[in-house]
């Protein structure tokens, strides 16, 4: 058991709408909005976190999914990884890294799936024994259709992370792939207009998408809300 430094991850905003304009946390707000979780368990990829610290359990999605966001884009450009985590890496030995990065790499206005992402790249290059397999992916699609369901319609307040507890899965998650997959694609996919911004339309959105597309549950949750995004916001 140890102490772990984590991320509240649920205040971001829109920076301007257009067609490269998405929610943004930038990377000083990310590592400003750091908190000590408690004593808690390392916390492996790929296992559902439905209790814990409500920051630790934001923290937590929104790791998992900047990385799932990079293996969904890697696999669907076939383009080189930015970066490739070792075995059984914890999710909480990256938010440590995370905080101890930033002692010598502050953090600037860059978003935060970027600042995440190059950080990534930095800490854990690939190597030739470590290129022979993907990172494997945190979060299903019938995962995030679990954690977001009591969600949707809801009016949901990102700055009180409290009030939503375990549901930080759902809002961490989303909000770590939305912002990342922006960073990732070198022309935007989709766009976010001033009235789809906010997190409640953004929920309702991926989880009505799921409950429709069967076929996308047991894939990278990550490419699901892609795939949601361009269906239902596609650029004009």
Same mark, same amino acid.
């Given at each position: 058991?140890?102490?772990?430094?984590?991320?509240?991850?649920?205040?971001?905003?829109?920076?301007? =709408?257009?067609?490269?304009?998405?929610?943004?946390?930038?990377?000083?707000?990310?590592?400003?909005?750091?908190?000590?979780?408690?004593?808690?368990?390392?916390?492996?990829?790929?296992?559902?976190?439905?209790?814990?610290?409500?920051?630790?359990?934001?923290?937590? =999605?929104?790791?998992?999914?900047?990385?799932?966001?990079?293996?969904?884009?890697?696999?669907?450009?076939?383009?080189?990884?930015?970066?490739?985590?070792?075995?059984?890496?914890?999710?909480?030995?990256?938010?440590?890294?995370?905080?101890?990065?930033?002692?010598?790499?502050?953090?600037?206005?860059?978003?935060?799936?970027?600042?995440?992402?190059?950080?990534?790249?930095?800490?854990?290059?690939?190597?030739?024994?470590?290129?022979?397999?993907?990172?494997?992916?945190?979060?299903?699609?019938?995962?995030?259709?679990?954690?977001?369901?009591?969600?949707?319609?809801?009016?949901?307040?990102?700055?009180?992370?409290? =009030?939503?507890?375990?549901?930080?899965?759902?809002?961490?998650?989303?909000?770590?792939?939305?912002?990342?997959?922006?960073?990732?694609?070198?022309?935007?996919?989709?766009?976010?207009?001033?009235?789809?911004?906010?997190?409640?339309?953004?929920?309702?959105?991926?989880?009505?998408?799921?409950?429709?597309?069967?076929?996308?549950?047991?894939?990278?949750?990550?490419?699901?809300?892609? =795939?949601?995004?361009?269906?239902?916001?596609?650029?004009?």
């Amino acid at each position: 058991m140890r102490r772990i430094i984590t991320l509240h991850v649920l205040m971001f905003y829109l920076a301007g =709408a257009g067609a490269a304009d998405v929610p943004v946390l930038s990377g000083r707000e990310i590592l400003s909005h750091c908190v000590i979780a408690g004593q808690l368990a390392p916390m492996p990829w790929g296992v559902k976190v439905t209790t814990g610290d409500a920051s630790a359990i934001a923290c937590r =999605a929104f790791l998992g999914a900047v990385n799932d966001a990079h293996e969904f884009h890697v696999s669907s450009t076939r383009i080189t990884p930015r970066y490739c985590l070792p075995p059984k890496i914890s999710m909480d030995s990256v938010a440590i890294m995370l905080e101890q990065r930033s002692l010598t790499i502050p953090p600037g206005d860059e978003s935060a799936g970027k600042y995440i992402l190059d950080a990534y790249a930095a800490e854990y290059p690939c190597t030739e024994g470590t290129m022979t397999g993907m990172n494997a992916f945190s979060m299903t699609g019938e995962a995030l259709l679990a954690a977001c369901l009591p969600l949707v319609d809801m009016p949901v307040d990102i700055h009180d992370i409290t =009030a939503h507890g375990e549901r930080n899965l759902c809002l961490g998650y989303i909000a770590g792939a939305v912002d990342s997959l922006a960073d990732l694609q070198s022309e935007p996919a989709w766009c976010l207009a001033d009235d789809h911004a906010d997190m409640g339309r953004l929920v309702n959105t991926v989880t009505r998408y799921l409950q429709t597309h069967a076929e996308t549950l047991a894939g990278n949750a990550a490419a699901v809300i892609d =795939a949601a995004l361009k269906e239902t916001l596609p650029c004009k």
